[in-house]
């Protein structure tokens, strides 16, 4: 399974760092990555890892101000997120996928889901 934390409450321009711990097996998926939901708005790709190409996919939102970045020592996926925006407040979902041909930025092909860390940022 999947469990995020260190979501919070911050302030515009703080930085904040998400971490994803899973079990191995689903540590060991070829595709990691982070999304985002805020209330009343739909699920949204924030950044993504493939193990086997060492590639990384950000949003357009997220290039820039954050990092997705593993772990294999303690199987942990982490989102630094720096320069927080108040349209950057959502719950952040951690995302596990098996298929070689995952299509990063979608969420249909992604077979895990954590159950999310909730960040809010002040103006």
């Known amino acids: 399974r999947l469990v995020e934390s260190g979501g919070g409450l911050v302030q515009a321009g703080d930085s904040l760092t998400l971490s994803c711990a899973a079990s191995?097996?689903?540590?060991?998926?070829?595709?990691m990555a982070w999304f985002r939901q805020a209330p009343g708005k739909e699920r949204e790709f924030v950044a993504a890892?493939?193990?086997?190409?060492?590639?990384?996919w950000y949003s357009d939102s997220a290039a820039g101000r954050f990092t997705i970045a593993r772990d294999n020592a303690k199987n942990t996926l982490y989102l630094q997120m720096h320069n927080l925006k108040p349209e950057d407040t959502a719950v952040y979902s951690c995302a596990a996928g098996r298929a070689s041909d995952l299509i990063a930025m979608a969420p249909t092909g992604y077979d895990y889901w954590g159950q999310g860390t909730q960040v809010t940022v002040s103006s």
């Open positions: 890892i493939r193990w086997s190409e060492d590639s990384t």
């Open positions: 191995e097996l689903i540590f060991n998926s070829v595709t």
